[in-house]
């Protein structure tokens, strides 16, 4: 059974930082793009870092590009999310989402619980 | 700015075949494929059908999709109660060079 548990989350102040986990088990890990999903009630779904099952290629979403950070450790099946100079429009549940196939696609046929990070003084 | 663009609700009544449209562009759905996902209450996005028209497995073949130029539909047939939830349409876009996903679509069964 494919299962993502993230992991993480929680209240900062704005300027801080975080860091997500997601671990993954019940899949060849090399095999499969890992991403970071967030949702906030305003801007619904938003596709914000993924990293290629061999690593070799990331995404991040202009919102975040130069203050998050993904990376992937392959002895502990885990994708990290380092997120730096957070900002309240940061806020948000942070999904982590398995692709379907090797590179990013968009096709997230796992997904994590969910973790909410909040931002705010 | 790229958008996909669905109707904020759709409702129909049990039985009832419902559809539910995604209009894009062709900078995303023109030259991509769709992929559908249904959100219930709490919980995380569930891919519902994957490249226009395939359902993964264990996806009742109630649920259909379609494409066509820089527009896309997800069908539901039979509808039934527990179909109630937040459905989203996604595609990649190539001016973004990332994913995008629509608003969303909150399905009521009457």
């Known amino acids: 059974e494919v299962q993502l548990l993230e992991s993480g989350g929680g209240l900062v102040e704005p300027g801080e930082s975080l860091r997500l986990s997601c671990a993954a088990s019940?899949?060849?890990?090399?095999?499969?793009?890992i991403t970071w999903v967030r949702q906030t009630p305003g801007k619904g779904l938003e596709l914000v870092s993924g990293?290629?099952?061999?690593?070799?290629?990331?995404y991040y979403a202009e919102s975040v590009m130069g203050r998050f950070t993904i990376s992937k450790d392959n002895s502990k099946n885990t994708v990290y999310l380092q997120m730096n100079s957070l900002r309240a429009e940061d806020t948000a549940v942070y999904f982590c989402?398995?692709?379907?196939?090797?590179?990013?696609?968009?096709?997230?046929?796992?997904w994590g619980q969910g973790t909410l990070v909040t931002v705010s003084s | 700015q790229s958008v996909l663009t669905q109707p904020p609700s759709e409702s129909g009544t049990p039985g009832q075949i419902i559809t539910i449209s995604c209009s894009g562009s062709?900078?995303?759905?023109?030259?991509?494929?769709v992929n559908w996902y249904r959100q219930l209450p709490g919980t995380a996005p569930k891919l519902l059908i994957y490249?226009?028209?395939q359902r993964p497995s264990g996806v009742p073949d109630r649920f259909s999709g379609s494409k066509s130029g820089t527009s896309a539909s997800l069908a539901i047939s039979g509808l039934q109660s527990e179909d109630e939830a937040d459905y989203y349409c996604?595609?990649?876009?190539?001016?973004?060079?990332?994913?995008?996903f629509g608003g969303g679509t909150r399905l009521t069964v009457l």
């Open positions: 989402a398995k692709d379907r196939w090797l590179g990013i696609t968009g096709t997230f046929d796992y």
């Open positions: 019940g899949i060849t890990f090399n095999n499969y793009a």
């Open positions: 990293i290629s099952g061999r690593g070799d290629n990331t």
């Open positions: 062709s900078s995303n759905i023109g030259i991509n494929t």
């Open positions: 490249s226009n028209t």
């Open positions: 996604a595609a990649w876009d190539d001016n973004l060079n990332g994913v995008l």
